[in-house]
């Protein structure tokens, strides 16, 4: 999806916009968002004025960002769906979703929907993880692992709820995993439902 923003680019802007979503993600990682811009467009070998040409916010370099978390997540829900037992592949795959949702907390505006940049990469994203986690759920329903009564975009909301009050505790990571195992605890299927 990131790939395709820079479609019709020359071959030379588009390997920079590349580089710089590349060099971008690492330093986002490494510092939080509101790392200098100017040690991005350095790192990633070019100026500030084509790191602004190709992303003139910051915001929109974030969106970027995220859209190709976006697209490594919906690549693993097929690989996870391709190669593991469904309950599995579906708790294999919300950890890592909880874990980039932790590991990216700068891009909290993109995840919950408050970023206004870009409505249309952002609805895309949304969709596309919609889709990953429903493949994922599917599958899991299919086996009676998970209830029949829940689906794609309550499942997100969960994990991001379930991020979003993990941060508050100092290692958030492992309280982050605590409790997205509680939520799948309650989505599992028992002869109750």
């Not at 932790?102 to 993109?110: P, S």
Request: hydrophobic share 45%; proline share 4%; charged share 25%.
């Amino acid at each position: 999806m990131a790939a395709e923003r820079a479609k019709g680019l020359r071959s030379d802007a588009q390997r920079n916009a590349e580089r710089l979503v590349e060099v971008a993600t690492l330093v986002f990682a490494e510092q939080g968002p509101e790392a200098p811009l100017s040690e991005i467009a350095r790192a990633a070998g070019v100026g500030t004025a084509t790191l602004y040409r190709r992303f003139p916010t910051r915001e929109a370099l974030l969106a970027a960002v995220y859209a190709g978390h976006v697209d490594e997540l919906a690549a693993r829900a097929g690989e996870l769906a391709a190669g593991s037992e469904p309950l599995p592949a579906l708790v294999t795959w919300l950890h890592e979703f909880a874990g980039l949702l932790t590991e990216h907390r700068g891009m909290k505006g993109l995840i919950t929907g408050r970023y206004e940049g870009d409505a249309e990469l952002f609805t895309a994203c949304r969709r596309r993880l919609s889709l990953a986690v429903e493949l994922l759920l599917l599958r899991a329903q299919q086996a009676c692992a998970i209830r029949p009564d829940v689906g794609p975009e309550r499942t997100l909301t969960l994990v991001n709820a379930v991020v979003l009050a993990a941060g508050q505790a100092d290692d958030n990571r492992e309280e982050t995993n605590h409790l997205i195992d509680l939520v799948i605890s309650g989505l599992r299927y028992d002869d109750r439902n």
